[in-house]
Nanobody, 121 residues
Framework: QVQVVESGGGSVQAGGSLRLSCSASGSIYSINDMGWYRQAPGKQRELVASITSGGITNYEDSVKGRFTISRDNAKKTVYLQMNSLKPEDTAVYYC???????????????WGQGTQVTVSS
């Protein structure tokens, strides 16, 4: 079965940096789009950044110029480099990967377990 595992979260001071990683493994035939979401207390989950299989990226306005999403297809991994972190970036971050487990199967979204990012003033 498909497994998606995140790492790289933690606590930093404002202005610091973190790099999140998310790796997929198991029964994977192909991977389509990948993305990072976050959810702060009392708020809905929002898309932070996404990247297509062709490398086209998209960012939420508040993180443009500070965050960079990238992928390594050979490693089946998506990254989120977060620089100039602000307290308002504090949230649980989730990766999402659209995966087809078999050549005949529909691609479906798979979620990482979530990793806490805390930014202090």
């Amino acid at each position: 079965q498909v497994q998606v595992v995140e790492s790289g979260g933690g606590s930093v001071q404002a202005g610091g940096s973190l790099r999140l990683s998310c790796s997929a493994s198991g029964s994977i035939y192909s991977i389509n789009d990948m993305g990072w979401y976050r959810q702060a207390p009392g708020k809905q989950r929002e898309l932070v950044a996404s990247i297509t299989s062709g490398g086209i990226t998209n960012y939420e306005d508040s993180v443009k110029g500070r965050f960079t999403i990238s992928r390594d297809n050979a490693k089946k991994t998506v990254y989120l480099q977060m620089n100039s972190l602000k307290p308002e970036d504090t949230a649980v971050y989730y990766c999402n990967v659209r995966i087809s487990p078999r050549s005949w199967a529909y691609a479906q979204p798979y979620w990482g377990q979530g990793t806490q990012v805390t930014v202090s003033s």
